[in-house]
């Protein structure tokens, strides 16, 4: 995530488990973890909210450039 710089290094870190849990989600790689997938959705929403913001301050600056 950190890669594009589309947010600051510490939310990154913070945010990287979501990939990987998407990518359960997505590809089915495992099980999924009802415990894990409660934990996303009752305590972890805000994370995605607030990378959204990220992401469009990002396409903002870009469409300045």
Do not use: C, Q, W
């Amino acid at each position: 995530m950190r890669r594009g710089g589309i947010s600051p290094k510490d939310f990154a870190e913070k945010f990287a488990p979501a990939a990987g849990f998407r990518n359960i989600l997505v590809h089915m790689y495992d099980e999924v973890d009802p415990g894990v997938l409660e934990e996303f959705l009752t305590e972890k929403l805000g994370d995605f909210e607030e990378f959204a913001g990220y992401v469009l301050e990002y396409v903002e600056k870009k469409e300045t450039e």
